[in-house]
């Protein structure tokens, strides 16, 4: 027999039921039919437009797993650009591109472990300062490499991933934003969950519940940062060129922050959808708002976040009788 206490821990936990997973099967068949559409003479940048989608998708989930354990960091530029440049130094040594993806990521992930291990003591803005100075420590670094070495502040030619095939890369993007998807629904039906809902809600609490705090944050942090490391390597691959400035840039840092408060923090399907809504109105607004779109997409964005406080999520809840992904 269940006491209270036991049954409100029970409505606690993620309802990821069969039905509950549904919409995230129905936008992965989605995505998957979309590069086989006749998409006509303007294929090549949908399946363009599409393919920095799915990147998008994976860093906002990535960065959401990490805020799941309280740890809003402002590092993941650093972890993106890590990866992307781990990526083309393991291709100039002759590695197979199999190969040094993963070698990549596992890089991005191991600093990610140092540099938790120094701010773990830090919460809130303290945190969210370190993790931003961090990243300007990485990418002053990598500046000022030897240019033989990193190309130097000029950037870095990377040899394109799959050959150039846009509908190869694409699909190479669905299937690790489907290995991150996975990975968060493992997150969230997992111990991980309630020890990061735990550290979440207070540090202390966690810590007399019996919770390892430092453990399970650096593991939050070394989950988080290996998925943002493969986004970069895509990045890497489909753009062919790579400079400090542009992938250690804030925005990389801010665009999964506020993609994942729009989809719906702490859910697996919020931050996908909210990539693609934002994705997609951000292309419509640069072709519709020549100068200026990014004004507009900013009001629209905000606007939608002041009365969508649970993001677009909120707006597919269906109270006790649904599910939550």
Known sequence: MKTP??????????????????????????????????????????????????????????WDILARSGQV?????????LGAYGYALLLKTGLAWPLAMPLAALGAGVISLVLGAVTMRLSGMYFAIATLAFTEVVRTIIQNLPEDVAGGANGLLVPALLGGNS????????????????????????????????????????????VSTVRYKLAAFFISSFLAALAGVLYAGKTFFISPLDTFSLANSIAPLTTSIFGGLYTTLGPILGATVLRVAEEALHNVVKNGYLVVYGLVLMLSILWLPRGLMGLFRRGKHGGDV
């Open 5 to 62: 206490a036991s049954k409100r821990q029970a409505a606690r936990k993620p309802d990821i039921t069969g039905m509950a997973l549904v919409p995230l099967a129905i936008f992965f068949a989605l995505a998957l039919a979309f590069p086989f559409l006749p998409l006509g003479d303007r294929g090549a940048f949908l399946l363009q437009i599409g393919f920095f989608t799915l990147v998008a998708g994976i860093m906002a989930l990535s």
């Open 73 to 81: 960091s402002l590092a993941h530029a650093a972890f993106y650009g």
């Open 167 to 210: 509908r190869g890369q694409y699909l190479l993007a669905l299937l690790l934003l489907a290995l991150t998807a996975g990975v968060s629904l493992a997150v969230r039906t997992g111990r991980l969950h309630h020890a990061f809902a735990a550290i979440r809600q207070g540090e202390e609490t966690a810590r007399v519940l019996g």
